[in-house]
C-alpha cells in the first residue's frame, strides 16, 4: 500500500497557501488594534465619528431592500399553570434563565417553578422550602462527586439557608427534568442575604452576598478529618464563614453585589455591586489561590472615563448596570466590558497597558514567521498575561453621538449581553415595554479599526432576563462553523420568552440575493464591494456549499456570485508596491465620510507558497494605515527573487483556501492519538470534517479549475465610487502595452490553476483521510494502534493531522494494514470493510490493495483446507488475482503467505511477473546483459527495481533452510554450529530446494538466474550450484570473479564448471590463474593440485593439438616441476621454522604464491643454507657448474656429518642420506659428481676412523656402476695424495681399493661377460698402483701380501 498518485509537491503547495492564509487570517487586528489601543499607547476613546456606526445600508447601493441584523426565531408565553400561581403570591417573585438546560425559571414566595423556554412544556416545580427564595443558581457540579444521574446542582437562597438539589433528567426523547427530593447540601448563610449565584464550566460555586462579600462554597466527595463534606468560604475576608461569628465582623459601609460574571477561558471572575464598582478575582484552580486582582468605584470608573472624553456630558458614565466577560476567542488582551446606563461601553483589562505593549502581538516586533496553521497566534509570551489589576483601556460611546446621528441615545439600560462582536443591550422604552438594541462589528471586517451596525427591535414587556441559548456544540471549535451558524439569545420577558437571531454576513448575503432574486444587482456587487472581497467570497462559499441549500436557487446565485465578483489573478505593476495610501483608499462611506482615520483594505491577496513572504503578518501599529500584504512587508531582495512570487491571485482563490483553512484549523495541529493510542478526533467530529470537505469536494467536482480561474469578473460601475485592492492592480496594470497585460494575465491565470489543481488534489485527499479516521473510529481504534510495530507507533503518536493530510499517507497505510489484519486475526471476512474503504478511501485503499486483502482472505481459507486438490484450486486463484494486481499490490506480504502455505512456486512466479510487470521494456536485462554500464542510470533503476521484487525468492529459500536448520537442531541438539551448513542437505532440504531451483531456472530472466546463484553461493551449496547447466551460470560465475578476483572460492566454482560443461582450455587457463594467484588462502599443496589439473585438462582429447596448447601445456608442466621444487624447500623450511623465527616467514611466503627457479635459490634456498633444495633446484633447472655442485654436494655431507652423535650414528645418517640422493640424482649427470662423492666420503670416513672398506661397500650396495667406481679408485690411487696422512692413516685409500677390488671379485659372475675382462683388467691395475706406492714404503708386508693374493685372484678369474 502507497501513498496516493498524486503529486507530493501539490500537496506540499497547498498546505503552504493554507498555512499562510491561516496565519494571516489569525493574525487580524483583535479588539485591542481595532479601539486603537495598540497604536498610541494609552487609553482610548471612540463613538463620536459619523463612520463608527452605521446599518447595514452601507451594504447596499440604494434603499429598495432593508436588511436584517436580528431575526425573531420564537415566541412564547409563561405556562397558564404557573400563571394561576400569581394570584396566591404574597411578597415576593422573580424570573430568570437556565440557558445550560434550555429553560426559565419562576420563583413565587418559596416555590419555584421551571419550564422548557422554546416550546413551553416540562413544568417542573419545589415547594419544599418555608421561607422566601431570594436567588436561585444552576450549577454542573465536578466531576466524580456526586452519581452520574445528577446532570446538575439547583441552588436557592433563602434569608437563612442555602438549598443544593440535585437536578437530573430522563431517558425519552424529551428529557424531562427532575428535582431530587432530597436535598444534598444544606448551608447556613449566617444572616447575610444572597443576591448572586454563579458557577463555573468545572464545578466551582461562587455567592455574592448582600454584604458586599464573595463567598464560594466547597464540596467534595467525602468528609476528612480535616474537613467537612460541604463550606462556605468567604473569598472577600480570607475566612471560613463558620469559624468568625457575625457579631464580631466590622461594619462597614456595605456594597452589595448584584452581578457576577466568570471568564471560564482565563479563570477570571467579575463582580459589580450596586453602587457600579467592579472587582476582578483570579479564582485560580481552588479557594486557596483565589485573590482578588483589583476594584475600581464608579466615582473612578467615571473620572477616567471624562479624561479620555471631554465634550459630554459626565453623567452617561455613571450607574454601571451590566458587566460582559470577553473571552478568549473574543478579545485577546480586553478582558471586560461594563455597559452604563446610558449605554456607555468601557473596556477593562486585568493587565496593564504596558505589559500589553511589551508583549502584544500588535507591537511592533511582531510573531515569529515559524507560528504554524492551527495554532493560536495571538497567545502571549511567558507570564504576559498574568491578572495583575482592572484597567479601564477604552471608552465606547453609544449610537446618537455622532455628528449626523441619525438614531436615539439608549436610555435606561438595565441588562446587557456580549457574544461574537455583538452587544445586545436592554433599554425601558415605556413603563411596560423594554427595547433591544443591536450593536455589531461583525459585518465590518474590512476596517482598522472599529465600526459597528446598529438595529433596534421592540419586545412585548419588560426584561427579566436574557442569555444566549445553548445548542448542541462539536467539539471542535472551528470558524468555519461559527460563520454558519448565528447564535440565539433568549429574552425573558414578564409576557414569556423571546428568542433572536443574530444574524450573520451568510445570511445578509442570502437576505441580499433573495431580494434581488439573483446575483445580477448592483446589491450583490455591492455587498463583494464593500465587504473584504476574500471574505466576501468565503461567505458565498458557505451558501454554495451549504447541505440544506443544496441544489436550491440560493446556491447557485451564491456560486454565480462567487463566479462573478471574485477577481481575477494578475501580476502588479512595479508602481503598485509604492502606491500610498490614498491610492487604496475604500471610498464605502463617500467623500463625506472620509474624515479622521481613512478606511484601508486589511489585506490585499496572497503570494506565490514559494515566496520569501510566506509568513504571518503582523498587525503592528504603524502598519495599521498601510496595505498589509506579504509581499509589501518583504525586503526588496526578497520581492526580486522569483519573478512569480509577486502575482495576486484572485478574491475567489483566497477565499477557497481561507475557506479550507478555517475548515481544518481545529485539527491542523492537533495529534492524531494521545499517550494511550486514542483517537484525538472522535466519530462526530469526523462526520462534520466529512460533510464539510464533502460539499466542497462536490463544488470544485461541479466548477472546475479553469472556471474558477477563467475571466469572468464583471468590473464595477465607476460611479460606485469604491475600489479595492485588485480594481487598484487592474488600474495600475493599464500602464503597461496591451500585449504585455495580455501575456502577465496568461501567466498569472496558470499559475492561479496551478495553485487551485493543488487545494483541488488537497481537498480530494483531505476527504479520504477523514474518512478514512471515520472508519477507524468505528472499529477498535486503540487495538488497531496497538498492532503496529513500535516503530510505526512512535510515528502516530508524534503525528499531528497536518502531517497526516500533507506528509505522512504511510500512516494511513499503516493503519489500513492494521484495520484489515485485525479482521484476518478474528477469522472475519474482509469484503465488507473492504468495499467501505475502497467506496471512501479510494486513492489510499486502492484496487490493488482490495485484490491484496481478498487474495490475503483466500490464502487463510487455503491453510485450512484438508482436500489437496482445494487447496492447490484456492491457491492457484489467489496467484492468478495478485497476477493481475502485481506489481503495485505489497509483494513482500503476499509472498510470506505464499511460503507459510508452501506455495514455493507461487513466490517465484508472482516474483517473475512483478518484475516483469514493472520493466515491460526489459531494460533492467539489458542493463546485465550489456555488463552493467555506470553511465545507463534507467537501466540500473529497472535493474535494481527487478532484483528488489526477486529478493521475495532469497526470502523464501532462506526459510526453507532455517527451517531445515531447526529440525536438525531438534533431532540432534549436541549438534556444533559449524554442522548447520550442512543443513541443506536434510531431507526435506534434499527435496525442496532442487525443486525449487529448477522452477526458479524455467523462468527466462538471467536476473532470477543471478538471485538464485547468489543465494546457493552464499548457503555453501555448491554442488547443487554446479548441477545447474545453464548458460547464466557461467557468465555469473565469470562477472562474480571479474568484480571479487581475490575469490579463491568463486575461481573455483568457476574452472569446475567449465570442466564439467567440456571447455577444458578455459578450465585449464583458470586453473593455472588460480594457482598463480597471489594469496593466503591457497595453499602449495592446493597450487600443485590446480597445476595437475591444468595439465590433466590440457591433455584432453577434446582440447585439440594446436601449437598454442602445446606451448601452453609445455609452461603448465614446467610450472609444476618448479611447484615441486618449491614443495621441497616448504618442507625444508617446515623443519627450520621450528628453530628459526626467519624461517616461518619463509613458509609463509612459500604458501603465498609461486616463484620460479631463480628466486626459490637466492631468496630460500641459499640465505637458510638449504643444501639439498639447492641440489634439487640446480638439477631442475639443469645448471652445470661443476664447482658449484661439487659445493653443494660437500655442504650436505659436512651438514650430516657435523650433527651431534656417535661415530656409528654419523656413519649411519650420512650413508642413509648419501643413498637417499644416489636415487634422486644418480642419474642427472652434472649433479651428480660421483668422483668427487666417493673422494669426499673416503675422507670423512678415514677422519671419523670407520671400519676400513666401508666407503666402497656402501656404494656398490647402492648399485653404483662398479666400472666407474674402479675408474674413480684409480685415479685416486694414481694421484698418491698427502690427504690420507694429514687425516691420520696414510693406508686408508690402499686399504679402500683392496676393498672394492675384492667386492669385485666376490661378485665377479654377475659381471657381463663381454666387459669382463675389461673391468678386470681396470681392477689389475689398481693392485698393482697399490703394490708399487707399497713398495716404496717401509712396513708394508702385510698390505703386500694381501695385493699379491688379490692380484693372484684376478688373475684366476680371467681363465
Known amino acids: 500500500m502507497t501513498a496516493p498518485q498524486a503529486q507530493p509537491d501539490f500537496f506540499l503547495t497547498a498546505g503552504s497557501m493554507l498555512e499562510w492564509h491561516d496565519n494571516l487570517d489569525r493574525n487580524k487586528p483583535g479588539l485591542l488594534e481595532l479601539t486603537g489601543v495598540s497604536q498610541h499607547g494609552r487609553a482610548t476613546m471612540s463613538g463620536l465619528n459619523d463612520y463608527d456606526y452605521q446599518s447595514l445600508s452601507f451594504l447596499k447601493s440604494d434603499e429598495t431592500h432593508n436588511l436584517q441584523q436580528l431575526r425573531t426565531v420564537t415566541k412564547s408565553a409563561i405556562p397558564n399553570e404557573i400563571l394561576e400561581h400569581f394570584k396566591h403570591m404574597k411578597c415576593h417573585c422573580t424570573m430568570g434563565l437556565f440557558p445550560e438546560i434550555g429553560r426559565a425559571w419562576l420563583t413565587i414566595d418559596s416555590e419555584i417553578y421551571i419550564w422548557t423556554y422554546d416550546q413551553t412544556r416540562d413544568v417542573a416545580y419545589y415547594d419544599g422550602l418555608s421561607h422566601l427564595i431570594v436567588s436561585v443558581g444552576l450549577v454542573k457540579p465536578k466531576a466524580g462527586v456526586f452519581v452520574q444521574d445528577v446532570k446538575y446542582l439547583l441552588l436557592l437562597t433563602t434569608p437563612i439557608e442555602v438549598i443544593v438539589l440535585g437536578v437530573t433528567f430522563g431517558e425519552g426523547s424529551h428529557k424531562e427534568m427532575q428535582l431530587m427530593n432530597r436535598t444534598i447540601f444544606v448551608i447556613g448563610t449566617d444572616n447575610v442575604s444572597i443576591s448572586v449565584i454563579k458557577g463555573t464550566d468545572d464545578g466551582r460555586i461562587f455567592l455574592g452576598g448582600r454584604d458586599g462579600c464573595l463567598y464560594e462554597i466547597f464540596y467534595q466527595a467525602e468528609s476528612s478529618w480535616f474537613g467537612k463534606r460541604c463550606k462556605k468560604i468567604n473569598l472577600s475576608q480570607g475566612l471560613v464563614s463558620y469559624m468568625v461569628p457575625s457579631f464580631l465582623k466590622v461594619f462597614s459601609e456595605v456594597d452589595p453585589i448584584e452581578r457576577i460574571e466568570i471568564d471560564n477561558s482565563r479563570k477570571l471572575l467579575y463582580v459589580l455591586t450596586e453602587k457600579g464598582s467592579i472587582e476582578a478575582w483570579d479564582i485560580s484552580t481552588d479557594y486557596n489561590n483565589a485573590r482578588r486582582l483589583g476594584r475600581i468605584t464608579q466615582s473612578d470608573i467615571t473620572n477616567q472615563a471624562v479624561s479620555l472624553i471631554t465634550t459630554v456630558d459626565p453623567s452617561i458614565f455613571k450607574s454601571v448596570k451590566a458587566i460582559c466577560p470577553l473571552n478568549a476567542d473574543d478579545a485577546g488582551n480586553l478582558h471586560l466590558v461594563a455597559v452604563t446606563q446610558c449605554g456607555v461601553r468601557l473596556y477593562f483589562s486585568t493587565t496593564s497597558l504596558n505589559v500589553q505593549q511589551q508583549f502584544s502581538p500588535a507591537a511592533p516586533c511582531t510573531q515569529p514567521d515559524s507560528t504554524g496553521f492551527g495554532q493560536t497566534a495571538t497567545q502571549p509570551l511567558p507570564g504576559a498575561d498574568s491578572p495583575k489589576g482592572l484597567y479601564l483601556l477604552h471608552v465606547r460611546l453609544p449610537p446618537g453621538y455622532t455628528p449626523n446621528a441619525s438614531t436615539n441615545k439608549p436610555k435606561q439600560v438595565h441588562a446587557a449581553h456580549y457574544t461574537e462582536g455583538t452587544m445586545l443591550m436592554i433599554t425601558t422604552q415605556q413603563q411596560e415595554q423594554d427595547l433591544l438594541w443591536s450593536v455589531s462589528s461583525a459585518p465590518s471586517v474590512n476596517f482598522t479599526y472599529l465600526v459597528e451596525s446598529t438595529a433596534l427591535e421592540s419586545l412585548d414587556g419588560v426584561v427579566w432576563g436574557l442569555a444566549e441559548v445553548h445548542e448542541s456544540k462539536p467539539p471542535l471549535k472551528s470558524p468555519l462553523n461559527s460563520a454558519r451558524h448565528s447564535r440565539k439569545v433568549a429574552l425573558l420577558t414578564n409576557q414569556g420568552t423571546h428568542i433572536i437571531e443574530l444574524l450573520k454576513m451568510v445570511d445578509v448575503l442570502r437576505q441580499i440575493l433573495v431580494s434581488c432574486n439573483g446575483p445580477h444587482h448592483e446589491e450583490v456587487k455591492m455587498f463583494f464591494q464593500s465587504q473584504n472581497q476574500r471574505e466576501a467570497c468565503v461567505t458565498a462559499l458557505l451558501l454554495a456549499t451549504s447541505e440544506k441549500l443544496r441544489g436550491s436557487e440560493i446556491a447557485l446565485w451564491a456560486t454565480q456570485a462567487f463566479m462573478l465578483y471574485g477577481g481575477e489573478p494578475c501580476f502588479p505593476h512595479q508602481k503598485f508596491l509604492n ?252 469484503s465488507e470493510v473492504s468495499m467501505n474503504l475502497r467506496e471512501n478511501c479510494p486513492n489510499l485503499y486502492r484496487h490493488e490493495d482490495d485484490v491484496t486483502y481478498k487474495a490475503t482472505e483466500l490464502l487463510m481459507n487455503a491453510k485450512n483446507c484438508t482436500s489437496p486438490t482445494e487447496k492447490e484450486q484456492k491457491l492457484r486463484t489467489t496467484l492468478l488475482m495478485c497476477k493481475e494486481a502485481a506489481p503495485t499490490l505489497p509483494l513482500h506480504s503476499i509472498c510470506q503467505q505464499f511460503i507459510s502455505a508452501d506455495f514455493y512456486e507461487g513466490v517465484i512466479e508472482l516474483s517473475a511477473v512483478c518484475a516483469s510487470k514493472s520493466d515491460p521494456e526489459e531494460v533492467g536485462v539489458h542493463f546485465y546483459n550489456n555488463g552493467e554500464p555506470p553511465e545507463d542510470r534507467e537501466g540500473y533503476t529497472c535493474f535494481a527495481t527487478r532484483m528488489t521484487y526477486y529478493k521475495e525468492v532469497q526470502l523464501m529459500l532462506d526459510h526453507i533452510y532455517q527451517t531445515a536448520c531447526n529440525k536438525s537442531n531438534i533431532q540432534d541438539q549436541t549438534q556444533s554450529p559449524g554442522q548447520l551448513k550442512s543443513a541443506g542437505k536434510t531431507p526435506d532440504a534434499k527435496q525442496t530446494i532442487p525443486k525449487i531451483v529448477s522452477q526458479t531456472l524455467r523462468v527466462k530472466d538471467p536476473l532470477i538466474h543471478v538471485t538464485l546463484y547468489e543465494w546457493l553461493l552464499a548457503h555453501d551449496m555448491l554442488s547443487e550450484l554446479l548441477d545447474v547447466v545453464e548458460p547464466s551460470l557461467g557468465e555469473f560465475l565469470r562477472r562474480s570473479v571479474t568484480r571479487n578476483g581475490e575469490n579463491v572460492v568463486l575461481i573455483d566454482l568457476l574452472w569446475k564448471y567449465y570442466e564439467k560443461n567440456g571447455h577444458h582450455s578455459q578450465a585449464a587457463h583458470i586453473l593455472e590463474n588460480l594457482a598463480m594467484t597471489r594469496s593466503e588462502n591457497i595453499t602449495l599443496e592446493q597450487r600443485i593440485e590446480y597445476l595437475v589439473r591444468a595439465v590433466m585438462c590440457m591433455r584432453n582429447g577434446n582440447v585439440g593439438s594446436s601449437i598454442t596448447n602445446g606451448i601452453f601445456l609445455k609452461e603448465l608442466e614446467d610450472k609444476l616441476d618448479i611447484a615441486r621444487v618449491q614443495k621441497s624447500v616448504l618442507g625444508a623450511m617446515t623443519e627450520l621454522a621450528r628453530s628459526k623465527l626467519e624461517a616461518a616467514t619463509a613458509v609463509k611466503e612459500l604458501n603465498y604464491a609461486l616463484y620460479d627457479i631463480t628466486q626459490l635459490y637466492q631468496h630460500f634456498a641459499e640465505p637458510f643454507d638449504l643444501w639439498e633444495c639447492q641440489l634439487s633446484i640446480l638439477n631442475c633447472s639443469h645448471h652445470n657448474d661443476p664447482l658449484l655442485i661439487e659445493s653443494v654436494w660437500g655442504n650436505i655431507i659436512n651438514s650430516v656429518v657435523d650433527e651431534p652423535g656417535s661415530t656409528q650414528e654419523r656413519s649411519n645418517r650420512l650413508f642413509t642420506k648419501i643413498e637417499l640422493l644416489v636415487r634422486e640424482y644418480g642419474e642427472s649427470g652434472a649433479c651428480f659428481p660421483f668422483a668427487f662423492l666417493i673422494r669426499e666420503l673416503e675422507i670423512k670416513a678415514c677422519q671419523l676412523r670407520l671400519p676400513e672398506g666401508i666407503v666402497p661397500e656402501k656404494l656398490v650396495n647402492m648399485n653404483l656402476d662398479v666400472e666407474l667406481l674402479l675408474e674413480y679408485y684409480s685415479r685416486m690411487i694414481s694421484m698418491n695424495e698427502r690427504v690420507w696422512a694429514n687425516e691420520g692413516n696414510e693406508w686408508h685409500l690402499i686399504q679402500s681399493a683392496i676393498r672394492v677390488v675384492s667386492l669385485l671379485a666376490d661378485n665377479a659372475q654377475s659381471i657381463w661377460y663381454r666387459s669382463k675382462r675389461r673391468i678386470i683388467g681396470k681392477a689389475q691395475d689398481i693392485v698393482a698402483g697399490c703394490l708399487n706406492i707399497c713398495y716404496q714404503k717401509p712396513d708394508t708386508n702385510r698390505l703386500q701380501h694381501s695385493l699379491k693374493e688379490l692380484q693372484s685372484r684376478l688373475q684366476r678369474l680371467l681363465v
Not at 510566506?614 to 518583504?634: D, E, L
Not at 478526533?681 to 469526523?686: A, I, Y
Request: net charge positive; glycine share 2%.
Open 579 to 830: 502606491a500610498s495610501n490614498r491610492n487604496l483608499a475604500n471610498q464605502t462611506l463617500g467623500p463625506n465620510t472620509a474624515t479622521g482615520r481613512e478606511r484601508q483594505p486589511m489585506f490585499m491577496s496572497t503570494p506565490m507558497p514559494n515566496s520569501p513572504a510566506n509568513s504571518p503578518v503582523g498587525y503592528a501599529g504603524q502598519h495599521f494605515n498601510q496595505p498589509i500584504s506579504p509581499i509589501g512587508n518583504v525586503q526588496p531582495s526578497q520581492t526580486v527573487s522569483n519573478e512569480n512570487s509577486q502575482i495576486v491571485f484572485s478574491a475567489k482563490h483566497d477565499g477557497l483556501y481561507l475557506y479550507v483553512s478555517r475548515m481544518l484549523r481545529s485539527i491542523w495541529q492537533m495529534r492524531c492519538v494521545n499517550e494511550h493510542f486514542c483517537s484525538n478526533l472522535s466519530h462526530r467530529d469526523c462526520a462534520l470534517l466529512q460533510n464539510d470537505l464533502r460539499s466542497l469536494r462536490s463544488f470544485l467536482e461541479v466548477h472546475s479549475v479553469h472556471d474558477i480561474s477563467s475571466s469572468t469578473r464583471v468590473s464595477f460601475d465607476p460611479h460606485l465610487e469604491r475600489t479595492n485592492s485588485y480594481n487598484t492592480i487592474m488600474m495600475s496594470n493599464t500602464l503597461l502595452p496591451m500585449p504585455e497585460q495580455r501575456v502577465l494575465a496568461e501567466q498569472a491565470q496558470v499559475e492561479e490553476k496551478r495553485s487551485l489543481s493543488a487545494l483541488n488534489f488537497f481537498v480530494k485527499h483531505a476527504c479520504e483521510v477523514i474518512s478514512l479516521w471515520s472508519i477507524l473510529n468505528s472499529h477498535s481504534f486503540q487495538l488497531i494502534c496497538l498492532q503496529l510495530s513500535p516503530e510505526h507507533q512512535k510515528m502516530l503518536k508524534c503525528c499531528t493531522f497536518r502531517d497526516l493530510l500533507l506528509t505522512r499517507s504511510e500512516v494511513c497505510a499503516f493503519l489500513i494494514i492494521s484495520l484489515i489484519n485485525l479482521y484476518l486475526k478474528d477469522k472475519a471476512g474482509v
